[in-house]
Every structure is written in C-alpha cells, then in structure tokens.
C-alpha cells in the first residue's frame, strides 16, 4: 500500500511555471512507475506525464511535450511535475498516480494501469 499526497499548486498568470510535488510513503515507492494526470471541470482524466521506476524512461501527452517535465527522486519518495510557459487550458485538478506493476510492465498512459491516487492539488491558469 502506498499514499500520495500531492503539493505545489495554485493560481498563476498565462506563461508563468509551477513545479508540482507528490510525495509518497511505503516502502516500496522505488518499484513503481509514476504518472500525472489532469481532470478539469466536466471533462475525463487525462495523461499528463509519466516515469519509470528507474527515472529512465519518461512519456508526455502531445499538449505538454516541451513545456512539462517529470521527474522522480527515489531516495526522497517524490514525483515532481516541472510546468512551463502554462495556458489557459492547463486549468485543471492535477492527480499523481503509482503503477505498482513497475517492474513488470512499460509505463502507462492509461488511468486504469495506476493502482494508487492522490486527492489531487488544483492549478488555476488565468490570462
């Protein structure tokens, strides 16, 4: 079992950067692809971004791609979400996830493949 508890975001201008946290307890964490996910209003969970377990590995969906990057620190259990150059349509509740079939499987940008979710940090991109 493992918890997320995700951190870091908030309101800002179009163009402006967040940096966004999920830390993790367990010990397992290490073992785990991570992934982010967004959810605006009325609309279905999206893939964001995701890790391998071992940091080697990373995807983007193509709205992202150049403006976001993941990245993981095992030794402190936290994913981190890099946010660049933000738009208006970045607006959404921002969900970390934990794939625990890390070791045995490529890393997903599927919700269903994720086993464990945080409650989610809100970031707010206004004009």
């Known amino acids: 079992q493992v918890q997320l508890v995700e951190s870091g975001g908030g309101l800002v201008q179009d163009g402006d950067s967040l940096r966004l946290s999920c830390a993790a307890s367990g010990r397992t964490f290490s073992s785990y692809h991570m992934g982010w996910f967004r959810q605006a209003p009325g609309k279905e969970r999206e893939f964001v971004a995701a890790i391998s377990w071992s940091g080697h590995m990373t995807t983007y969906s193509d709205s992202v791609k150049g403006r976001f990057t993941i990245s993981r620190d095992n030794t402190k259990k936290t994913v981190y979400l890099q946010m660049n150059s933000l738009k208006l349509e970045d607006t959404a509740v921002y969900y970390c996830?934990?794939?625990?079939?890390?070791?045995?499987?490529?890393?997903?940008?599927?919700?269903?493949?994720?086993?464990?979710w945080g409650q989610g940090t809100q970031v707010t991109v206004s004009s």
């Open positions: 996830g934990a794939d625990r079939e890390g070791l045995f499987t490529a890393v997903s940008g599927l919700p269903a493949d994720y086993d464990y």
